[in-house]
T-cell receptor, first 113, second 115 residues
Framework: AQSVTQPDIHITVSEGASLELRCNYS??????LFWYVQSPGQGLQLLLKYFSGDTLVQGIKGFEAEFKRSQSSFNLRKPSVHWSDAAEYFC???????????FGTGTSLTVIP | DAGITQSPRHKVTETGTPVTLRCHQTENHRYMYWYRQDPGHGLRLIHYSYGVKDTDKGEVSDGYSVSRSKTEDFLLTLESATSSQTSVYFCAITSHGLAGVYEQYFGPGTRLTVT
């Protein structure tokens, strides 16, 4: 069965520090992988996606993610976190038919000065 | 911005009353979805639609019904609201993005409180 696991419910980092949010997936075929960000009271915004090719993908707001097939992982990274990055982050896997998406339970990021 | 609006944005209703949430899109997308978001559960799919009058159930469809009589509108109805349906509801569409990858885009959400 398809599933997405985000093992960290909450992470706190200092402003300027590096960040890595973990995502593991279970999917029978080649996955399409996504990261979304949700600021308080807002909808979800697509940060980046992977579907093929280079396993290191760049997204908006300085985020990147690396697909590792052997580990079934798609971790999100940022070299230097800004206070405005405080939000909830969701990892998702999608079918290439376009009709099914599966989301993780999210990781809440707090940024301290 | 995928041209998705939701109405109402906030609603408080009493247990046992019917409630309808509306999702409207302006870009003629085929697939539309309703999710609910609850702490500790992330996003859970309620129903989705793959065309006018074509809908299917998601993982948490009990107590909800949907209708899609026009491409642009996808309605979610709680026939008799219960307190367990207090949640934030998100509508989403799937867009066929660059290089043929399907991407999902979300509306701003509706916060529903059932008292």
């Amino acid at each position: 069965a398809q599933s997405v696991t985000q093992p960290d419910i909450h992470i706190t980092v200092s402003e300027g520090a590096s960040l890595e949010l973990r995502c593991n997936y279970s999917y029978g075929a080649t996955p399409y992988l996504f990261w979304y960000v949700q600021s308080p009271g807002q909808g979800l915004q697509l940060l980046l996606k992977y579907f093929s090719g280079d396993t290191l993908v760049q997204g908006i707001k300085g985020f990147e993610a690396e697909f590792k097939r052997s580990q079934s992982s798609f971790n999100l990274r940022k070299p230097s976190v800004h206070w405005s990055d405080a939000a909830e982050y969701f990892c998702a896997v999608g079918a290439n038919t376009g009709n099914q998406f599966y989301f993780g339970t999210g990781t809440s990021l707090t940024v301290i000065p | 911005d995928a041209g998705i609006t939701q109405s109402p944005r906030h609603k408080v209703t009493e247990t046992g009353t019917p409630v309808t949430l509306r999702c409207h899109q302006t870009e003629n997308h085929r697939y539309m979805y309703w999710y609910r978001q609850d702490p500790g559960h992330g996003l859970r799919l309620i129903h989705y639609s793959y065309g006018v009058k074509d809908t299917d159930k998601g993982e948490v469809s009990d107590g909800y019904s949907v209708s899609r009589s026009k491409t642009e509108d996808f309605l979610l109805t709680l026939e008799s609201a219960t307190s367990s349906q207090t949640s934030v509801y998100f509508c989403a569409i799937t867009s066929h993005g660059l290089a043929g990858v399907y991407e999902q885009y979300f509306g701003p959400g509706t916060r529903l409180t059932v008292t």
